[in-house]
T-cell receptor, first 116, second 110 residues
Framework: DTEVTQTPKHLVMGMTNKKSLKCEQHMGHRAMYWYKQKAKKPPELMFVYSYEKLSINESVPSRFSPECPNSSLLNLHLHALQPEDSALYLC???????????????FGEGSRLTVL | GESVGLHLPTLSVQEGDNSIINCAYSNSASDYFIWYKQESGKGPQFIIDIRSNMDKRQGQRVTVLLNKTVKHLSLQIAATQPGDSAVYFCAAQGNNRLAFGKGNQVVVIP
């Protein structure tokens, strides 16, 4: 079983809704990640938090807002999304928070988002 | 940025046979590589990794080969089992991020 827990597993929202995706890990990892994955495609990096600070934002639209309340939690706040934002959103963590040495990423099972 | 790709989109293999999945990467500065397995409806699962100071690493039924000269990575699965059916992604670390290749579907025929 994965040690990265994501909720909810499924989410359906309208374009005017505000919702949040949540991720939790208790492995003491110092870096946490959000990836977006479309069907039949590889995961695409969105954000990286290292030592609870945002270290990478891959030019993600502002309708996606990440938050790292503490070293174990990572949220992704969603607002005014578009249907093309429908995807599987994967959270991951890695032991090292050092740039350039991520080491193995541990993934959660993902939150499948559908935007109507 | 990093560009990582796979040669074959789908591999059908008879149960019990060996499987080989190939991957090419573009960033010669990449120093760490991982193979992930993703089953339907699940997140990517770590299989095996290798650092750039090695050219071969073995795990349980899996072997990763790294050829830095031609920037090529491969995953060998011995005695493929039905549970090995999944999409396999290679990933390369470079520019402070892990970039994934396009993925290769492996279908095991019983």
């Amino acid at each position: 079983d994965t040690e990265v827990t994501q909720t909810p597993k499924h989410l359906v929202m309208g374009m005017t809704n505000k919702k949040s995706l949540k991720c939790e890990q208790h492995m003491g990892h110092r870096a946490m990640y959000w990836y977006k994955q479309k069907a039949k495609k590889p995961p695409e990096l969105m954000f990286v938090y290292s030592y609870e600070k945002l270290s990478i934002n891959e030019s993600v639209p502002s309708r996606f807002s990440p938050e790292c309340p503490n070293s174990s939690l990572l949220n992704l706040h969603l607002h005014a999304l578009q249907p093309e934002d429908s995807a599987l959103y994967l959270c991951a963590s890695s032991q090292s928070g050092l740039a350039g040495d991520t080491g193995e990423l541990f993934f959660g099972e993902g939150s499948r988002l559908t935007v109507l | 940025g990093e560009s990582v790709g796979l040669h074959l989109p789908t591999l059908s293999v008879q149960e019990g046979d060996n499987s080989i999945i190939n991957c090419a990467y573009s960033n010669s500065a990449s120093d760490y590589f991982i193979w992930y397995k993703q089953e339907s409806g699940k997140g990517p699962q770590f299989i095996i990794d290798i650092r750039s100071n090695m050219d071969k690493r073995q795990g349980q039924r899996v072997t990763v080969l790294l050829n830095k000269t031609v920037k090529h990575l491969s995953l060998q699965i011995a005695a493929t089992q039905p549970g090995d059916s999944a999409v396999y992604f290679c990933a390369a670390q470079g520019n402070n991020r892990l970039a994934f290749g396009k993925g290769n579907q492996v279908v095991v025929i019983p």
